[in-house]
């Protein structure tokens, strides 16, 4: 028996919310804006969270958010979208900023991404998990996507759990998630609740929304290996580095650098677009969370506006780094040197 549209939906709210409330509950106290982390090294695309030096401050985040306030209301007058809210956190010094942190905007398959972290949180307690076999079930609703899988799961075709977590975030995949909420049992949803001693909350409205500052949330958690193991954080962000979709965050960075993300589309009742792009961008010496949610008349148009976005911040943290190894001076102070290493 397939698992009904409706009761898909309330899954994948069920563990939105669930990891959305974990995550805060089971991380570290967060990083105050300004404050610098201590961290053990870098391994692989994670880099856990150890403590917090609040004596380091962030002196820049002033210019660059007017920047990216007069980038909105270019693209704003250009026709490019109708609004846009956008959040910034660089993970290893702390500072953050944004604008519309607090507007809500329809998740759509951002919800992905906590179906991924119930998938790998099973996984931690049965290590056999992710190579047992189902068949890939066809997804009843017709959703017309803009942005498509380009090799989508075969309806029929049997494919281990971590296949079927390839085709759900590197595709965004619908069939392949709505297989993977069948590979857990209603109860092992409800589990990240009742392990935090958390009331089961009320999921009837099945467009529950969602903030950028919301969401990047779980970006922040899976760099800092703070709900999941070391090990699941990794897969996860392999795989949200491995996304096929390119146009928005990843347009916005140069060749070679890594961004970990995930987009959603979805078309509102006002038959207005959203297109949200949420991810780490792995800038060499400063990587940063930058989620960003749009709604505007046309997907393409609304890409190209998460690009200009994406481009501008990359600048601005590219060249706050230029500066820092300018200013790291040489021991005699005679000559300035490159700023030193981190251990990645």
Partial sequence: MLLAPRMLQK????????????SVS??????????????????????????????????????????????????RK?????????????????????????????????????VMFAVLKAAEKDPGFLDRKFPALPYSVSLDQHFKPLNPATVGREYTVRELLGFMIRGSDNAAALTLTRTLRNEQYLEVFSDLG?????????????????????????????????????LALELLAAAEFKRGLCSGVPAGVAVAHKFGETTGADGLKMLHDCGIVYHATHPYVLCVM???????????????????????????????????????????????SRDR
């Fill in 198 to 234: 958390l009331r089961i909350p009320d999921i009837r409205d099945l467009d529950d929304p969602v903030t950028v500052k919301e969401y990047a949330t779980f970006f922040r958690i899976l760099y800092n290996a703070s709900f999941l193991g070391r090990d699941q954080s990794q």
């Fill in 294 to 340: 749009t709604r505007g008349a046309d997907f393409e148009r609304l890409a190209g506006a998460i690009a200009s976005l994406s481009t501008l911040a990359y600048r601005e943290v590219d060249a706050s780094a230029r500066r820092e190894r300018d200013l790291v001076g040489s021991p005699d102070g005679r000559k300035p040197d490159a700023a030193p």
């Fill in 78 to 114: 250009d026709g490019a979208l109708s609004s846009a809210a956008y959040y910034f956190r660089d993970l290893d010094n702390g500072p953050v900023m944004g604008q519309g942190e607090h507007t809500p905007f329809k998740a759509a398959s951002l919800l992905k991404v906590p």
């Fill in 26 to 75: 089971a991380a570290p106290a967060p990083e105050s804006d300004g404050a610098r982390a201590q961290r053990g090294p870098r391994r692989g695309l994670i880099h856990p969270l150890l403590d917090v030096d609040p004596s380091r401050e962030f002196h820049e985040l002033r210019p660059f958010q007017h920047k990216m306030a007069q980038e909105i209301e270019r693209l």
């Fill in 11 to 22: 899954a994948l709210v069920i563990v939105f919310i669930a990891s959305l409330v974990s």
